[in-house]
């Protein structure tokens, strides 16, 4: 299995604080993977240290197996939008096009770019800062995927957009990596939104992967169980209870599940959906994470 990303130990340090810690992961070549996780994480931190903007403090991070500080043939093959899809505003999206051209002189489809904007309607002739944040946003992906990259990173793309727009966009992405067989690693918080287009999840809390894997399989892997209220002892066919609430008789609980074996009949199952798997992951690191950074015991 190629692999687009490849993490290992990987750690990055402002001062004295770990943004990113101890980072091992991978992302298939192939894949349209979801970065997540709360404000601070470390998200950013990440795709830095992947295009290479910043240099890593411990361990390493691997682009189709190249350093992405090795020089310009690595960066090359790697798209990056940055947060808020900054673009030239003063440019119109015909100038960007023909701008973009001039930095990649070795390989630039400036025709799949104007393709893609005329299809969406927008202005080749207004300036870029004139544009609606969607529409920018729009710009911002058509450049990127211009290059022709093998990997696109893009930084909370979709989170100034309206719910329509974020839509479009996500479907925009998904139709042109189709085509073209690029690997993305996208980070958001919007996981309704990444549900449907993301086939790959990396969950990060507090500057560590709490979570990753193929979405498919971390579904399937998962479970709500609804039931009598439940005590401390352990549950036929649960490997682990990730997230617990209970009532006076009843409780909740989203438990990986033992693939060999069935669930105690006792308990009714449900399907978990992307969002519960990654909100029950994050409530339940969240104690410890935030005993840590008090100094008290969880
Ligand atoms: N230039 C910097 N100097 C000092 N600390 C920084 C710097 N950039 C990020 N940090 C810290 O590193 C940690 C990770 O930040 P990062 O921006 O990677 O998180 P994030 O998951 O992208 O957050 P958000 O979702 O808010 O964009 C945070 O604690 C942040 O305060």
Redesign the pocket.
């Known amino acids: 299995m190629e692999l687009a990303v490849e993490t290992r130990a990987l750690g990055k340090r ?2 004295r ?1 770990w ?2 810690r101890d980072c091992a992961l991978e992302v298939p070549a192939g894949r349209i993977a979801a970065l997540v ?10 795709l ?1 240290l992947a295009v290479g903007l910043l240099r890593p403090d411990a361990g390493e991070v691997r682009v189709f197996g190249r350093d992405p500080r090795d020089g310009p043939s690595v960066l090359a093959d790697i798209g990056f939008v940055a ?1 808020d899809t900054p673009v030239y505003r003063d440019f119109t999206a015909a100038e960007l096009i023909t701008m973009g051209g001039k930095l990649n002189r070795r390989r630039w489809d400036a025709a799949l770019a104007r393709d893609r904007l005329a299809a969406l309607g927008i202005p080749p002739d207004k300036p870029a800062g004139k544009l609606s944040g969607g529409q920018r946003a729009q710009v911002a992906l058509a450049l990127a995927l211009a290059k022709r990259p093998r990997l696109l990173l893009l ?2 793309p979709i989170a100034s957009l309206d719910p329509l727009a974020r839509r479009e966009f996500m479907q925009a992405l998904m139709g042109a990596v189709a085509e073209s067989e690029t690997t993305v690693l996208l ?1 958001s ?1 919007l996981l309704a939104d990444l549900e449907r287009s993301c086939d790959y999840l990396i969950v ?1 809390q507090a ?1 560590r992967v709490q979570l990753t894997g193929a979405v498919d399989e971390l579904v399937d892997a998962h479970r709500t169980l609804v039931g009598p209220r439940a005590g401390s002892e352990s549950i036929t066919g649960v490997a682990e209870v990730v997230r617990a609430s209970h009532t006076e008789r009843q409780s909740t609980l989203l438990v990986r599940r033992d693939p060999a074996v069935p669930i105690d009949p006792l308990w009714t199952e449900h399907e978990v959906t992307l969002e519960d798997l990654v909100l029950a992951h994050l409530a339940a690191a969240e104690p410890r994470v935030t005993a840590a950074a008090w100094g008290v015991p969880a």
Not at 37 to 46: S, V
């Open positions: 402002y001062g604080s943004a990113l996780g709360p404000n601070g994480a470390g998200k950013t931190t990440l830095h947060q930084d909370e980070s918080h990060l500057s």
